[in-house]
């Protein structure tokens, strides 16, 4: 984490560096203006995963999906042309990050708690008299599934605001380019796909196995020249 910082710090101030990553981060940031602060929320969520942060409230996922996803479709958008004023735009990349990391974390319940992770709410677990320790436990499976739509219902909400967002990123672009418009498209389209799956699969077990197909979406999106 050090050396991500240290490297990140160097390139935001314009400084060379041997490491490709930072020094592109170090273009990018110069051409696109890229805010300071948005680097260093994205950092601050690196940090909680390495010091294994677990959410209390869903407030506290919801802030935990920003900094590791939602600060990830501001950079997106500010790349693709969004104006760095454009703060309504902005919200609503975040918005599409978020919807996106809920997803991921519904669908990876299982395999983050063969790791040791968890980032369903404590409070959540209360209410389903699941805890981190049992939640992977056969019995538990169909709560547990009760806990992936709630987070995939919650995905679609961040994903309806976000879809607003691509419409208005498309008409804030600077002459904008079909690449562009179709990476704001797929990203909307991609994130809606993630919480219909959830939504429509009885239990967890065929959520899990219907989402695994879409892990590559974010990066089918992207616009490459």
């Known amino acids: 984490l050090a050396y991500i910082v240290a490297g990140t710090e160097l390139a935001l101030d314009g400084i060379q560096t041997r490491d490709i990553a930072f020094e592109g981060l170090r273009v990018v940031a110069a051409e696109r203006a890229l805010p300071r602060h948005l680097l260093h929320d994205h950092i601050l969520g690196f940090s909680m995963d390495l010091e294994g942060w677990r959410p209390e409230t869903e407030q506290d996922l919801l802030d935990y999906c920003y900094r590791v996803a939602g600060v990830v479709g501001c950079l997106m958008a500010l790349v693709m042309g969004v104006a760095p004023g ?21 669908r990876d319940i299982i395999d983050d708690h063969s790791v040791g992770r968890c980032y369903l709410p404590e409070e959540w677990l209360r209410e389903l008299e699941l805890s981190a320790a049992n939640l992977a436990e056969h019995d538990n499976r169909d709560r547990l599934a009760l806990a992936a739509r709630r987070l995939a219902r919650l995905s679609r909400r961040y994903e309806a605001s976000g879809r607003v967002g691509t419409r208005m990123g498309e008409e804030s672009l600077h002459q904008p380019s079909r690449q562009n418009r179709i990476g704001c498209q797929s990203l909307g389209g991609s994130a809606s796909e993630c919480s219909r799956t959830l939504r429509s699969q009885r239990s967890l077990d065929e959520a899990a196995n219907c989402l695994k197909s879409l892990r590559c979406a974010k990066d089918a999106a992207i616009p490459r020249r």
């Open 86 to 106: 454009d703060e309504e735009t902005l919200d609503r990349a975040s918005d599409l990050g978020i919807a996106f990391q809920l997803g991921n974390i519904a």
